[in-house]
């Protein structure tokens, strides 16, 4: 409980880190959709990569972790059985330079493995 109400107080105190949360939120979506990804309705810096298909979705989530991304595959029963998704997750931290180097790798990746 404490932690969480020193980070709330941390964001009070810097609004600047949300507004970079946005920034990077956005630029990574639009990057996504940009190379062809569907990203569902997300409105959150949470953002799925929808794939379909659950043992792709493990296969896609492997290859990043090869590539040095970090992302966690969403399959059945978490969701339904046609709706296997990559959660990915922005922060403030992220540089425009990590957030280039995650879409480089899900660009190849995808293109490796039939999703784009």
Same mark, same amino acid.
Do not use: C
């Given at each position: 409980?404490?932690a969480?109400i ?7 105190k810097?609004?600047?880190?949300v507004?970079?949360?946005?920034e990077?939120?956005?630029?990574f979506?639009?990057g #996504?959709k940009d190379?062809? &990804? +569907?990203t ?5 810096p *949470?953002?799925?990569v @929808? =794939?379909?298909?659950s043992r792709?979705a493990?296969? #896609?989530a492997?290859a990043? &972790? +090869?590539?040095?991304?970090f992302?966690?595959? *969403?399959?059945?029963? @978490? =969701?339904a ?5 990559i959660?990915?997750i ?6 425009k ?7 480089d790798?899900?660009?190849?990746a995808?293109k490796k493995?039939?999703?784009?």
């Amino acid at each position: 409980m404490g932690a969480s109400i020193a980070a709330v107080k941390l964001v009070e105190k810097q609004p600047a880190l949300v507004k970079r949360l946005w920034e990077n939120t956005h630029y990574f979506k639009k990057g #996504l959709k940009d190379l062809g &990804f +569907d990203t569902g309705q997300s409105e959150t810096p *949470i953002t799925p990569v @929808m =794939v379909g298909n659950s043992r792709l979705a493990r296969t #896609l989530a492997d290859a990043m &972790f +090869d590539l040095k991304v970090f992302v966690l595959p *969403i399959v059945y029963p @978490m =969701v339904a059985k046609d709706r296997a998704r990559i959660r990915t997750i922005v922060t403030s931290a992220h540089s425009k330079r990590d957030l280039d180097f995650a879409l480089d790798a899900f660009n190849k990746a995808g293109k490796k493995l039939g999703v784009l």
